[in-house]
Structure formats: C-alpha cells, structure tokens
C-alpha cells in the first residue's frame, strides 16, 4: 500500500476482531462499503484470530476523503462491536477510537482502567493522551 500512494497521500491503517465465526461476514461487508465509498483499500489480517486490518490510501488534504474514510472506519468499528467484537486488535486504541472504547467495555471498566493509569503513572508521561484524556 505505501508504494502504491502518489504524491501527498497517506495510508490509515486500522483494525478490529471479531469471534471467528462473524470475521467473513464482517469482512464481506467492509470491503463492500469501502467500494461503494470509491476508497482504495485493501484488506489483510490476521484470519486466525478474528483480526483483520483496513488499510485505506487518502489524501488528508481533500476534507471529502477525511470525512470518507473516518466513516468507514468508524462503521467498521461498530459493526465489529455489534457482532461481540472489540474495537481494535493490535493497533490499540490510541487517539482515534478512545469512545468505541467506552462503548466497548462500558464506564465503570474505564474508570477502573484510569485508576490504574493514575497509579501507574501519576505524571502521566507514558503515551498522553493516548486511550484517555490527559487531566487537567
């Protein structure tokens, strides 16, 4: 994919798994989606363990293809949580998918989770920002 990109574009590479048994399906549709969406796309993954990954070529200049492949992605994510999945496999939540997260795993287990953070790292200086919101 990142030999196939002209000049200025970028790649968005993201994933999620899905039990076994609903990763044709999810595949099926996503792929589906990104044609009609006019995206250039590819699908790979891990198959064995229900991860599959997105990898869509764009051009971040253009707020058309933005806002083209952040739906994607966001539509991927929630249809993974609909068939029982989680929002990422191994790409981690990192800044973009921080409210599939807390529709993920729900806010008492978030604020389970930022304890955790806070007494890990009470400086917050490893990854801020990344999966919560830095404090004020």
Known sequence: MLALRKEGEE?????????????????????KEMDDMGLFASILGHIGDGNFHESIIYDRTKKEEVEKVERCVKNMVNRALDMDGTCTGEHSIGWGKKGSLLREVGPDTLAVMKQIKAALDPLWIMNPGKIFDVPC
Request: hydrophobic share 50%.
């Open 11 to 31: 790649v968005w590479s993201t994933d999620v798994a899905v039990p076994f048994s609903r990763l044709p399906e999810l595949i099926e549709i996503s792929k």
